[in-house]
């Protein structure tokens, strides 16, 4: 009979993959390798667990953007856990065997809803910085508070000289 399953025990399993999590985020080659396993993992998910992992897709690229330094409004904590979750999903280290039909996925598929449910507000912040970066004119389309009332047009000003950024190769002259 297989082991109860619960989201106490999801959450457990999440907390225990930690340290692993964190081996694959120092390596990126490993990591690589676990997020193509984990898009063969989904492509053979039955369509009702697929469904229930729809975000799966925003939980790679987010993991992918943390490690390339892309993307770094997010904590390792957070990163660690999702990567986590995707380490129990992908390989057989499950509460529920994965050869009892129906059952085997249900335990995998509850410990990333559960990590994707735990770190919600991250992925929304993901997911919000992914499409003002891909689409950059919809920050500007955002609902705005009554403009103020025309002010009359001002005289033309004379442009300023543009300002010169100093790097560390070249020194500013003076």
Request: negative net charge.
């Amino acid at each position: 009979m297989p082991e109860e399953f619960s989201p106490e025990k999801a959450q457990q399993a999440i907390e225990n993959g930690i340290a692993e999590a964190q081996e694959y985020l120092s390596d990126p080659t490993k990591l690589n390798e676990l997020m193509k396993q984990l898009e063969q993992t989904v492509k053979e998910l039955p369509e009702t667990a697929a469904a229930a992992l729809q975000r799966i897709p925003l939980m790679a690229d987010m993991v992918k953007g943390y490690v390339t330094q892309e993307y770094t409004e997010v904590s390792p904590k957070v990163v660690a856990s999702l990567v986590s979750a995707v380490i129990y999903l992908v390989t057989s280290k499950d509460l529920i065997n994965d050869n009892i039909p129906v059952l085997g996925i249900v335990d995998d598929v509850a410990v990333v809803a559960l990590a994707m449910k735990i770190n919600e507000a991250e992925l929304d912040a993901f997911e919000q910085w992914r499409n003002q970066k891909q689409n950059p004119e919809t920050k500007a389309a955002e609902p705005q508070a009554e403009a103020p009332a025309e002010e009359p047009a001002a005289e033309p000003k004379t442009p300023e000289p543009p300002v010169e950024l100093q790097t560390p190769e070249a020194p500013a002259q003076v």
